[in-house]
C-alpha cells in the first residue's frame, strides 16, 4: 500500500457513482433527487468533494454575455431549484450553474408522483409545476454561496395562479428580486407543465414582454452599476415559421441571449414505454437531434447577433460538440447527468476544450 497516495482518485469516482445509482433508482425519482442533492450539500461541507474533484484547470475560458465561464459546460436549470446546492455541484465541474426555475412567491407544484425515469430511454417525464421556495429565498441561498468561481444564472418564471395578461408583472418581480446577485436571468417561456405558459412564445407577447423586460433592465443596470444579460428559453416544439417569428422578435427586441431548448410534448420517441403517456415534458436523450435542429435554425436567423446556449440531450461529448457546432456558444445539460454522473461533465469540457483548440 503506498502511504504517500491521496486517499481519492478521481478514476474511482465513476464506479462510485455507479454504486450509488443503483441504490438511488431504488428509490422514487423525486426522493431521490432530494436525497441526492442533500449528500451533495453534506459532501461539500466536509470537504469530501474536494478530495474526490480537485480543481481542473481551465484550459479554454469563454468570454460572453459580457461574463466570463471557467468552460462551457453548464448545469440546466430544474436540478437546483432551491439554489442551495451551487457550490456542491460547482465542484462537480460545472463551469456555470442555472438555479430554479423559481417564482415571485413560493409554490407547492403540481401534485406527486411528478417525475419518472424512462431508463432504457435515458430519459425524464417531468410535471414539476415550478416548485420552488420564491425568489427572496432563492437570492439568499446564492448571497450564502462561497467557493463557485463560476457564472450563476437565474431562470425565472410566473406562479401558477397568475393570468397571461399579468404574466409580466412576475417576471418583472423576479428580474429585480435577482438582479444584485445574478450573473445572468432567463425567462422561461416554454415549461409544458404551467397552463397557458408556452402562449408566451407567441411573437407578439414575447415582443411585449421582452420590451418591458428590456426597459427594467436598464434602469436596474444604472441602479447597480452592472449589466446583467437577459436571455429567454424556448420549447423544442417549434415549427420553422414560428422560430423565424421569434427570431425577428428577439434580434429587433435587443434580447441578450437565448436558450435552445426545453422538454418537449412529443413522446413518439419513447412511444410504447409503460411511463409515455405521462403528462409533462420529456427530456434526456430522445431529445437530442430536436434540440440541435431548433440551435441550428435559430443560429441561421441570428447570424451571430444573439449567442446561444444549448440543451436538450446531451448526453456524450459528441453531443456537446454538434451543439456547438450547429451554433451554440455554450451547452448545458441535466437528464444524462443523473443517469451518468459526474464523468459526463468532464468528458463535455474536455471535448469542448479540445474543440476550442
Known amino acids: 500500500m503506498d502511504l504517500n497516495a491521496p486517499p481519492f482518485t478521481l478514476r474511482a469516482v465513476p464506479d462510485a457513482y455507479d454504486l450509488a445509482r443503483s441504490l438511488l433508482f431504488r428509490l422514487d425519482a423525486e426522493?431521490?433527487?432530494?436525497?441526492?442533492?442533500?449528500?451533495l450539500r453534506l459532501a461539500e461541507k466536509s470537504g469530501l468533494l474536494s478530495l474526490l474533484f480537485p480543481a481542473a484547470e481551465c484550459l479554454a475560458p469563454v468570454e460572453l454575455l459580457g461574463l466570463h465561464f471557467p468552460n462551457r459546460v453548464g448545469l440546466a436549470a430544474g436540478l437546483d431549484k432551491e439554489g442551495n446546492t451551487i457550490d456542491a455541484l460547482g465542484r462537480l465541474g460545472f463551469g456555470f450553474v442555472e438555479i430554479g426555475t423559481i417564482t415571485p412567491r413560493p409554490q407547492a407544484g403540481n401534485p406527486k408522483p411528478r417525475l419518472f425515469r424512462l431508463v432504457?430511454?435515458?430519459?425524464?417525464?417531468?410535471?414539476?409545476?415550478?416548485?420552488?421556495?420564491?425568489?427572496?429565498?432563492?437570492?439568499?441561498?446564492?448571497?450564502?454561496?462561497?467557493?463557485?468561481?463560476?457564472v450563476i444564472g437565474f431562470n425565472i418564471g410566473k406562479n401558477k395562479d397568475t393570468p397571461n395578461e399579468n404574466a409580466a408583472d412576475d417576471y418583472l418581480a423576479c428580474l429585480q428580486a435577482a438582479y444584485p446577485v445574478a450573473d445572468y436571468i432567463a425567462?422561461?417561456?416554454?415549461?409544458?407543465?404551467?397552463?397557458?405558459?408556452?402562449?408566451?412564445?407567441?411573437?407578439?407577447?414575447?415582443?411585449?414582454?421582452?420590451?418591458?423586460?428590456?426597459?427594467?433592465?436598464?434602469?436596474?443596470?444604472?441602479?447597480?452599476?452592472?449589466?446583467?444579460?437577459?436571455?429567454?428559453?424556448?420549447a423544442p416544439d417549434l415549427d420553422p415559421p414560428h422560430v423565424t417569428d421569434l427570431a425577428k422578435v428577439f434580434l429587433d427586441g435587443g434580447l441578450d441571449g437565448l436558450i435552445a431548448t426545453n422538454t418537449t410534448l412529443d413522446r413518439a420517441p419513447v412511444a410504447g414505454h409503460p411511463r409515455a403517456a405521462e403528462a409533462g415534458g420529456l427530456s434526456g436523450k430522445p431529445l437530442t437531434q430536436r434540440s440541435t435542429d431548433i440551435i441550428r435554425t435559430f443560429a441561421g436567423e441570428f447570424g451571430g447577433r444573439i449567442p446561444i446556449i444549448g440543451v436538450g440531450g446531451i448526453s456524450c461529448a459528441q453531443d456537446a460538440v454538434d451543439k456547438i457546432r450547429a451554433g451554440a456558444s455554450l451547452v448545458q445539460i441535466y437528464s444524462a447527468f443523473i443517469f451518468q454522473g459526474p464523468r459526463l461533465v468532464r468528458e463535455c469540457v474536455d471535448a469542448l476544450d479540445r474543440l476550442a483548440d
Do not use: Y
Open 187 to 234: 425567462v422561461n417561456l416554454s415549461s409544458p407543465n404551467t397552463p397557458g405558459l408556452r402562449d408566451l412564445q407567441g411573437a407578439e407577447a414575447s415582443a411585449r414582454l421582452l420590451e418591458r423586460l428590456k426597459k427594467e433592465q436598464a434602469l436596474l443596470a444604472k441602479e447597480h452599476g452592472k449589466q446583467v444579460p437577459l436571455l429567454f428559453k424556448v
Open 120 to 150: 432504457e430511454h435515458e430519459a425524464i417525464i417531468n410535471r414539476m409545476g415550478f416548485n420552488n421556495p420564491g425568489i427572496a429565498d432563492g437570492v439568499e441561498n446564492v448571497r450564502r454561496s462561497k467557493h463557485f468561481s463560476g
Open 31 to 39: 426522493s431521490a433527487h432530494h436525497l441526492s442533492l442533500r449528500g
